[in-house]
């Protein structure tokens, strides 16, 4: 890794934010990690990720929640780092039918005390979780940064695509690098227990139902964590320039004049869900009991990305099939809740 100084992490006790702190701190790089450790999904998780992050010398802990404004400022000017990875954020499309302010407290407000942040203590590279998500409404095929995304269907979708602006502003205003991921349906090993693939396999095992919305034919870019730790670490090594060529007379949304970039990571490969259930079961050795609903207000029926800018500026895209992924997940949920 190029850049010198200790790595900060938010969300760092979280699904990516662990697999990437796990995977720093065992090429040697000092990690501070930072985590409200709030109770949207279990705690008890989180904490067993924690006491795998602490085995490492060379990583510290801090919880602190992201709206705390002083904590967080005082926090990144004591650890100085020359890359901050925001990962911490409230997740979830359904949840923010129902609980909007909190996504306008962390995702918004959060987000901004990080940008000022890294501001003032001169942080050389800001990389972020964007989303899928914000594509929306639009059908074209494959999702491209450099399509517009302006017509989110979710209060979490409209917060991630603000994030794009307010990086944006900021790398404009202050010559700070940001780069922009959007995720697409991460899967794995220690996953959010809110996902389908979590929620499917302790269905399953109990012999449960599970819920198959939009039928069950509705697509997801699936995306294994190895390949977004992988995406992520190299486009920390690579921080956000300006794009030479950016016209203002035909603004290209995923450049800039600016130390500006978004690219998307995802799996190249929209995979139906009925697919992964099968995958699944197989992996499993049981059946799914399903139980066929409509598509949920917020979610969009299919996504797919073009990871073509990512593959540009790294040399790497996402390559690991949801036949070998699920295997790997079905593995470690068997081992860590003794199934």
């Given at each position: 890794m190029t850049a010198s100084g200790p790595i900060l992490i938010t969300g760092a006790a979280g699904f990516i934010g662990f697999h990437l702190c796990q995977r720093l701190l065992a090429e040697g790089r000092q990690v501070v990690g930072l985590d409200s450790m709030n109770e949207y999904y279990d705690v008890t998780l989180k904490r067993a990720r924690l006491d795998r992050l602490n085995q490492?010398?060379?990583?510290?802990?801090?919880?602190?929640?992201?709206?705390?404004?002083?904590?967080?400022?005082?926090?990144?000017?004591?650890?100085?780092?020359?890359?901050?990875?925001?990962?911490?954020?409230q997740a979830g499309v359904r949840y923010s039918l129902t609980n909007p302010h909190a996504y306008a407290e962390?995702?918004?407000?959060?987000?901004?005390n990080i940008l000022e942040g890294c501001r003032h203590a001169s942080v050389r590279h800001l990389v972020y979780a964007s989303s899928s998500s914000i594509y929306g409404g639009s059908t074209r095929m494959p999702f491209s940064v450099h399509d517009s995304a302006d017509h989110p269907l979710s209060l979490y979708a409209a917060s991630k695509k603000a994030n794009e602006l307010m990086a944006h502003t900021y790398s404009h205003l202050f010559g700070l690098p940001t780069t922009g991921l959007r995720f697409f349906t991460v899967y794995g090993p220690w996953g959010r227990p809110d996902m389908a693939l979590f929620l499917f396999t302790r269905a399953i095992l109990a012999g449960e139902p599970i819920d198959v919305f939009n039928h069950g034919n509705m697509q997801r870019d699936f995306t294994?964590?190895?390949?977004?730790?992988?995406?992520?670490?190299?486009?920390?090594?690579?921080?956000?320039?300006?794009?030479?060529?950016?016209?203002?007379?035909?603004?290209?949304?995923?450049?800039?004049?600016?130390?500006?970039?978004?690219?998307?990571?995802?799996?190249?490969?929209?995979?139906?869900?009925?697919?992964?259930?099968?995958?699944?079961?197989?992996?499993?050795?049981?059946?799914?009991?399903?139980?066929?609903?409509?598509?949920?207000?917020?979610?969009?029926p299919a996504t797919y990305a073009d990871v073509s800018s990512l593959e540009e500026a790294t040399g790497f895209k996402p390559e690991i099939p949801v036949e070998i992924g699920i295997p790997r997940f079905v593995e470690w949920y068997r081992e860590f809740y003794r199934v």
């Open positions: 490492f010398p060379n990583f510290r802990f801090e919880q602190v929640d992201l709206t705390d404004r002083d904590r967080i400022a005082a926090l990144i000017l004591s650890v100085s780092p020359g890359i901050v990875v925001n990962l911490a954020a962390s995702n918004l407000g959060g987000f901004l294994y964590i190895d390949d977004i730790v992988e995406g992520l670490v190299r486009v920390m090594e690579h921080p956000a320039t300006s794009n030479p060529d950016w016209k203002s007379a035909a603004p290209d949304p995923a450049t800039s004049s600016a130390p500006y970039r978004i690219h998307n990571i995802g799996g190249n490969a929209p995979v139906q869900l009925n697919r992964l259930i099968e995958v699944l079961e197989e992996t499993l050795g049981r059946k799914a009991i399903r139980n066929l609903m409509p598509l949920q207000p917020g979610d969009v």
